[in-house]
């Protein structure tokens, strides 16, 4: 055999092999904070990744990933949230470098469509498979409320047809929200419009249904609020005879309609188009761009006339406008372009962007303060003299390094740092101020702490065991001293406050405060009350995660609160396996417990030694006028551990709170793990 | 820690004791053949089945292991998996039962969990395009599944197996002569599983790991029967067979885990016949086969949410037909062939379908020494989509008895499912305007068989051109469309070598540059998602007897580079590398034990996204033979 052969075999399979033997790299780009400073953010669908358009004029193309099939993004003053529909979950980045915060399930199964900003850190997501609104708390990283919109009333075709109703645009103004409704039916074969689609309207504080608003148009997709207006986007126009749509190949026949925030009336004005708008934008000079999900022209609707043109682009499937300064760019879904059109309808420019661009946000007005925020938290905010205060400033956001963290606790004493403590030797109030600097600048915070003779809020933690859970690992919500000092409460009962507090994760996860003084039983009256961050569902259902109660004199023997469950004990967590406590015979079917009742936030004017400790009923349903909520108990319901009779406490320095339930994965609705705002003596009013 | 040093000790056993006499070796190791018979110049592997008897395996455990394959399950033992190889689809690789079609005229690849191990002879995997010899579908490659044929003795055995998750099997076969002429196998198998294994749960939130948490795989068991008769007769130089093979399965289906389907089942039902006779005509070899082969999936989902499927029931009908004559003198051979197919298909969304194919074929070969000459020529007329003509070519030169340089080059097709054509529900709109999709291919590489090893390893190149994709049409609608175009190269190395009786290594790897070649933005060569650009297999086998006990052993590797999820490259699963290990023992000539761990290192693993695979996984088998 012939030898060259044999070798040329070896050095054909040996340079098969060189050749091979190289991976596949996934293709991204970084980005720096400097380029997506006032740049414009866009979200790839298919390449489940953000580009960012810098404000020179450079694209930065698959810079960040995102969830599966991102769908929409929104921002408030300091964030981005995406919406990935796919993975049913909230992405948040932060608006000044798109580094990533946190990522949010709302749910599986779910199939998040497009948010809209409640108030900063609470938004509105529009569920399209479940057929829900679920309202998200950022903070908190979960979902607090979720409202079944199954049942909305639809109107049905003209063969008696009824759809089936499919949240997905929305937009908050004037304290209502705004989802639309498309009205589907499978019955002709693919998914077709029943009918015209609706606008439910809810309360942006109670999530009630205030009105259902029909529409002419088919298939609403997307909202846009314009002063007392909400623009919806109808993508199909229905006109009962969805087989020959399907043979035409949906040639593209949407309408633009208007409601009235105020009367919630659909307004006369509907705009048709021969086009399919499945997002909105408006001009400084009052011109309303739409997408068109059929071709390449853009609808342009001049409000002030009505008059209706096409703006041609050339381009295939325009999936998303947005009116930035003079221009109106646009995203070109089956070309993977960013067209920029200048005033006169001409593109200017077009740029290559991520696989399959769907929607974008431009951050000339967020984060415009130079992406630095200073956040104080103090712990706790009313104390006694000497009481050792911590002062935390790591909640802040900068989009680079901070050079400095400068504190002024009032008293004339200063101190640098992150996280710092203070003791204050005087009684009064004293404005604390907080300063860090970047290179993008200086961004300040003020609070004020109270000094008191003696405080009737815990003032120091003891001991902190967190169980697993899934907030545990979040610094946010293991953090002990946010149980210290007065509770910072809800705007109302559906709407709690997770901002301030600790969470102390599954079964058997602990926390033991104590406070300055012994807490004295009053024989006539509750004695102290424990601030979670419970909430009403529909009043008097409450979400709870409740917590057993322990009290001591020296830390060191115990008395349990049995609560409404006499037979609970510390290895006893036969609760009622559901979050949602429900009313029974005129009472709570339970109390006794910690994370009940829904907390109120400090009314202004109001002095929060005061409210924060007068005592709610535990028993009944609703929070008594002048308190604040929370759940109230008497010392006099201690146990011995001994006997199991009542212990007869004369009062207790020490408390301890462990989640009672063993929920680590409570479904759509989270685990349970009890959480603690604060605790109160309700007997002080006098002292201070 | 403790397993894997028992198991490693387990292992290390048979070389202290690989001195002395072999007695009885169980498992029996034989080579995969680089070669199939039917095609002496493709780059093929034929797996003999025996060598996994002992063992617990499964079909797409069984192919993941071929070098060329791509394997991609969605979960435990009977979950959805498909085999794709060459940068082709699923769909796009052609699976047969003893040459009966089970590429559904619906559409989608062939589910190669469905088909038991049990009563299987070889598994002959043949790489690139070859519409030529076996027709529509077979681009990528083609997976031929040949059962056992009745033996001269009278053989029985039963086999049972215990695993994780519930896993059970029990399987039983028997072969017998009937007479001199005749014989008659049966085989009967039954698996069931929970599959109900932990999983890691990013809750969604693939980007924030703070909110993972363990979860455990719900409502995905499996309850499975099969059965295969076979009858042969061979009355004088003929040879005649019917067989009849089918399944039954219900599946519970999970779903992804960002949207489960806790209460989703599906009941599956395949029957295959094939009657086939092979014999002299005036000189000539005639082979006729005719076979039908049936299947029924119906697919329950009472609390699916309003715009998907809550129900669905697809039931399709292949019918085939063959006649060939073989002509051969001296070096030469001629085999004009002729076969007919329809296929059929019932489905609520779809209506009643038909479509019939007549092909007519010549495959015509010359053997002038050293050198192997293969053409084959076909004309398919198909009953929607026209006549289309395509070819194979190969060639082979052998330098040394052992020594063969191989070259072939090919064109394939496959037309447009009923689904693609004619579907319409939920999100998706069909399209009528559809063509067929089509490939080349060609590879060339050396084959090298010894005693003691052997290697196969070629380049190949493939062209996918006129593929079906879904566009998005509004907001709401999918349509198919033939827009997309691919390449992929690569290659594919197998080699073995058995310095001593008692020891075996064996591996491949393959190199799969599947790129995209759409010309499209953020696409145009990228690497094809669900495509592993490098796969690997590695395998020891040690065997060796002690005290009249048959011992064996044996640990494989398994590596698979992570999958792109998006087209853009933007996004990728994580690599994969799994360990499986096991022993055999056989204390008499009659039973044969096995135990094995497979994932090893408990690696969390997923072939597709929102599909975890099980961690470590223990099974033990019984094996008994009469």
Sequence with gaps: ??????????????????????????????????????????????????????????????????????????????????????????????????????????????????????????????????????????????????????????????????????????????????????????????????????????????????????????????????????????????????????????????????????????????????????????????????????????????????KISYIATGGAFISSVLCVGEDLHALDFAEDKLLIIGVSGTVKSRYSVGDG?????????????????????????????????????????????????????????????????????????????????????????????????????????????????????????????????????????????????????????????????????????????????????QAPLRFIEPGLVEISPDGVTWYLIPGSDSGVNTTNHELPADLVDALADGVYALWGYADLSPVLALPEGADPLVYFTAPDDPFTPGIDAGTPGGDAFDIAWALDPLTGEPAGLSGFSYIRITTAMDAVHGGALGEISTEIDAVADVGLEEVN | MRVVVTCVLIMLLPLKLAAQTIYVIAPPIHDDSPEVTSEPTAFAQSIDMDRYAPRFATTEQVLAQAAGANVRSMGGLGSYASISMRG???????????????????????????????????????????????????????????????????????????????????????????????????????????????????????????????????????????????????????????????????????????????QAYQDFSLRGYTLSAQGPVAGLDLTIDIGRTDQEDIYHDPQAASVLSRYSATATATHQAQLSLAYRHGIFSMEPRFSYLREALSDEYLGSRTRATRSAGLTLGCLPDPFEFQFVLRLDDNSEFG?????????????????????????????????????NHGFIVGNQGLDPEKSFSWDIGPVIERAWGGLSCNYFAQRYTDLIVYVLQSGLYYKPYNLSRSTAEGVELYAW???????????????????????????DGCQIPGQPRNLANLQVDLKTSLRQIGLGAYAAYNYIEGNFITRANTKKLSDRRIVNIGITMAPSRRLCLSAEVKNLMDKQVVDLRGFPLEGRTYYGTARVEF
């Excluded at chain 1, 903070?139 to 049942?151: F, Q």
């Excluded at chain 1, 705004?178 to 609706?198: H, R």
């Excluded at chain 2, 059965?227 to 061979?234: R, V």
């Design chain 1, 1 to 306: 055999m012939n030898k060259r052969i044999i070798n040329a075999l070896c050095a054909f399979v040996l340079l098969s092999l060189l050749c091979a033997c190289s991976k596949a790299e996934e293709r991204r780009q970084s980005v720096t904070a400097e380029d997506v400073s006032r740049g414009l953010v866009i979200v790839n669908s298919l390449a489940e990744t953000l580009s960012v358009l810098d404000g020179r004029g450079r694209i930065h193309t698959d810079v960040q990933v995102t969830g599966a099939s991102p769908n929409a993004v929104i921002s408030d003053e300091s964030y981005l949230y995406v919406v990935n529909s796919l993975s049913n979950s909230i992405e948040v980045l932060k608006a000044g470098n798109l580094e990533m915060v946190s990522e949010i399930s709302v749910g599986a199964g779910k199939n998040p469509m497009a948010a809209a900003v409640i108030r900063p850190g609470l938004i509105a997501v529009t569920a399209f498979l479940s057929q829900s609104l679920e309202i998200v708390d950022i903070k908190a990283k979960k979902v607090v409320r979720s409202i079944d919109l199954k049942d909305i009333d639809l109107p049905r075709d003209s063969a008696g047809v009824g759809g089936r109703s499919y949240p997905y645009g929305v937009a908050v103004a004037g304290g209502r929200i705004f989802v639309t409704l498309a009205n589907l039916t499978d019955a002709y074969g693919g998914l077709t419009a029943a009918g015209a689609g609706v606008v439910v309207v809810l309360d942006a504080e109670s999530y009630e249904v205030l009105s259902n608003v029909e529409l002419s148009g088919a298939d609403p997709v997307a909202a846009l609020v314009y002063g007392d207006l909400v623009y919806i986007a109808c993508a199909g126009h229905y006109d009962g005879d969805i087989t020959k749509r399907k043979a035409q190949g949906f040639q593209g026949d949407g309408t633009i309609e208007c409601i009235d925030v105020q009367s919630l009336g659909h307004t006369a004005t509907t705009y048709y188009l021969t086009a399919a708008p499945f997002a909105l934008s408006l001009s400084e000079e009052g011109i309303l761009y739409t997408s068109n999900a059929m071709a390449g022209d853009i609808p342009r609707i001049d409000l002030a006339t009505g």
């Design chain 2, 497 to 523: 070598v058995e310095p001593w009786e008692w020891l075996k290594l064996s591996g491949n790897y393959t190199f799969n540059r599947a790129l995209d070649a759409t010309g499209e933005p953020n696409q």
């Design chain 2, 387 to 423: 006549s289309r003509r395509t070819y194979r070519t190969g060639a082979a030169y052998s330098l040394t008895e052992w020594l063969k340089i191989k070259t072939n080059a090919g064109t394939g097709y496959r037309v447009p499912s009923f689904n693609e054509l004619y579907y």
């Design chain 1, 357 to 537: 661009p769907i929607a974008m946000l431009s951050l000339a007005d967020v984060a415009a303060e130079g992406f630095i925020t200073a956040v104080m938290t103090v712990y706790p905010a009313i104390a006694s003299q000497g009481t050792t205060i911590t002062f935390d400033a790591s909640e802040s956001l900068a989009s680079d390094s901070v050079s400095g963290c400068a504190w002024d606790f009032g008293d004339g004493e200063t101190a640098a740092g992150w996280t710092v403590t203070h003791a204050y030797q005087t009684l009064g109030e004293y404005p604390v101020t907080l300063t860090i600097n970047s290179a993008h600048g200086e961004a300040s915070a003020a609070s004020t702490v109270r000094i008191v003779p003696v405080s009737p809020f815990a003032v120091r933690v003891i001991d902190y065991i967190p169980a697993a859970g899934q907030f545990t690992d979040n610094p946010r919500y293991a953090n002990p001293l946010k149980a210290l000092g007065p509770p910072a409460g809800g705007t109302s009962p559906y709407q709690p406050d997770t901002s301030s507090v600790v969470s102390l994760g599954g079964f058997g996860g602990s926390i033991t405060l104590a406070f300055d003084h012994e807490v004295k039983d009053n024989p006539d009256a509750l004695d102290f009350i424990v601030f979670g961050n419970a909430q009403y569902d």
């Design chain 2, 88 to 262: 082709a689809s699923a769909q796009q690789c052609l699976v047969l039962i003893d040459g009966q079609r089970l590429n559904s005229p619906a559409g989608g690849g062939v589910d190669i969990s469905k088909i038991p191990v049990s009563g299987v002879e070889r598994i002959d995997i043949i790489r690139g395009s070859d519409a030529a010899l076996f027709g529509e579908a077979a681009m990528g490659g083609i997976v031929n599944i040949i059962t056992k044929d009745p033996g001269r003795t009278v053989k029985a055995d039963l086999s049972a197996t215990a695993g994780s998750y519930g896993v059970a099997e029990a399987s039983g076969f028997l072969s017998a002569p009937l007479g001199k002429r005749a014989g008659l196998a049966l085989m009967l198998s039954d698996r069931r599983a929970r599959n109900n294994y932990e999983f890691e749960n990013n809750n969604g939130t693939e980007n924030d790991t703070s909110d993972d948490f363990q979860d455990r795989r719900t409502n995905n068991a499996l309850k499975d029967s099969s059965y295969l008769a076979k009858l042969t007769f061979h009355p004088g130089l003929w040879d005649l067979r019917f067989s009849a093979n089918g399944t039954t399965a219900r599946k519970e289906m999970p779903g992804i885990i960002t949207f489960p389907t806790p």
